[in-house]
């Protein structure tokens, strides 16, 4: 192994991880007052949501929610939000 394979192996980013079909993805980023509901809708549709509000700093308020789905429910969820929007 040369100076060059030993520094291209530093700068690799490595194999590739595994994709897991259950971790939490943002599909959406909405106003507060929306976020309830959208997160209901993709309920009502069988897509398991989860809706966190977001904290505003600049404004001392609570202001968006980011509405989270499972990786291998994002898809259908874009589909749902895209009917509502």
Known sequence: MGLMDRVRG???RGEPRAVDPDELVEVAL???????MLVAALQDAGIEAQGI???????????DMRILVHRRDV???????????
Not at 30 to 36: F, I, N, S, T
């Open 10 to 12: 530093w700068l690799s």
């Open 30 to 36: 909405v106003r507060l007052p929306r976020g309830p």
């Open 53 to 63: 509000e977001t904290f505003n700093v600049v404004s001392d308020v609570r202001s």
């Open 75 to 85: 898809d259908a969820a874009r589909l749902v939000l895209q009917r509502l929007d």
